[in-house]
């Protein structure tokens, strides 16, 4: 479960407080679904996945596995041994665009995103107020959204490959020019 944390905020980079626990998740599971939610839930650690919650985790992990199925990630070479392995629940790539829009609608459903990385902005000591402030306004709901789906898609890496999204980032640090050290 040492990865849950990345594949929720890993495009963000940041770890940040938990979320609103109402969503994503906890209906009624076939026995295959449920062999993958209690593969990576096995491995859950609350002191290596702070700032998520056991019930964050399981809703994030819940919400992965309904929106793909199992089928889907047997194709994508996940089982429930490798999503509850001690390197945790993998990050799945290469999803479809409507794949992606479900997986992260899914996490929205078990975690503002946004807020989430309002909040770890607040506890980075190097960063100012004001500088944590036009990060926060800057990275709305649109932009994680884009950056979630572009490494579901093609990969975290592709992050950097891509030069919209490459150029919206860069618009942000030089909007909050604290956030690069400046």
């Not at 963000?12 to 609103?20: K, S, T």
């Amino acid at each position: 479960m040492r990865k849950l944390t990345p594949i929720v905020l890993s495009g963000l980079l940041f770890i940040a407080a938990c979320g609103d626990d109402d969503g994503g998740g906890g209906s009624d599971l076939s026995a295959e679904e449920q062999e993958y939610v209690d593969a990576a839930m096995a491995e859950f650690d609350p002191a290596e996945a702070e700032p998520l919650t056991e019930d964050d985790a399981r809703c994030v992990v819940t919400s992965m596995v309904e929106s793909l199925g199992v089928d889907r990630l047997e194709e994508l070479g996940i089982t429930p041994e490798t999503f509850g392995d001690d390197d945790g629940a993998p990050f799945p790539e290469g999803l479809t665009e409507d794949e992606a829009n479900s997986v992260v609608d899914g996490f929205d459903g078990c975690l503002d995103l946004s807020a989430l990385f309002a909040e770890s902005m607040a506890g980075d000591p190097s960063i100012d107020d004001e500088t944590k402030e036009c990060l926060a306004d800057a990275f709305d709901s649109d932009t994680v959204r884009r950056i979630f789906v572009t490494m579901l898609t093609e990969g975290e890496d592709a992050l950097g490959d891509n030069p919209e999204l490459m150029q919206e980032l860069m618009g942000i640090f030089q909007e909050c020019p604290g956030a690069l050290g400046g």
